[in-house]
């Protein structure tokens, strides 16, 4: 079975920092694009960061690009969000998701998803 674990979230102040982890198992970590979507309650989701090795390509949305930075570590088949500078608007449920290849923006074309974990940042 494919799995996908992420942790890391809390609680935190404006302008602090956390940094999330998505640890994966049961698929070929090199051939999947990997991605951190969040979702704020009334909202839809969101996809925040992606990083795909096939063409090693990354993606930002612009309400985090310079603050979130995305990395991955294949020896551990595991994915990171570095988030510095939080706002209260970032506050959300993170969750990680892989696709074949390539990264997408379409919540609808995520080969996997992971349980997600709460990331609440206080103004």
């Known amino acids: 079975d494919v799995q996908l674990q992420a942790s890391g979230g809390g609680l935190v102040q404006t302008g602090g920092a956390l940094r999330l982890s998505c640890a994966t198992s049961g698929l070929s970590f090199d051939d999947y694009a990997m991605s951190w979507i969040r979702q704020a309650p009334g909202k839809e989701r969101e996809v925040v960061a992606c990083?795909?090795?096939?063409?090693?390509?990354?993606y930002y949305a612009d309400s985090v690009k310079g603050r979130f930075a995305m990395s991955d570590d294949n020896a551990k088949n595991t994915v990171y969000l570095q988030m510095n500078s939080l706002k209260p608007e970032d506050t959300a449920v993170y969750s990680c998701?892989?696709?074949?290849?390539?990264?997408?923006?379409?919540?609808?074309?995520?080969?996997?998803w992971g349980q997600g974990t709460q990331v609440t940042v206080s103004s």
């Open positions: 998701g892989a696709r074949a290849v390539f990264w997408t923006l379409q919540i609808s074309e995520f080969d996997y």
């Open positions: 990083i795909s090795r096939s063409d090693n390509s990354r």
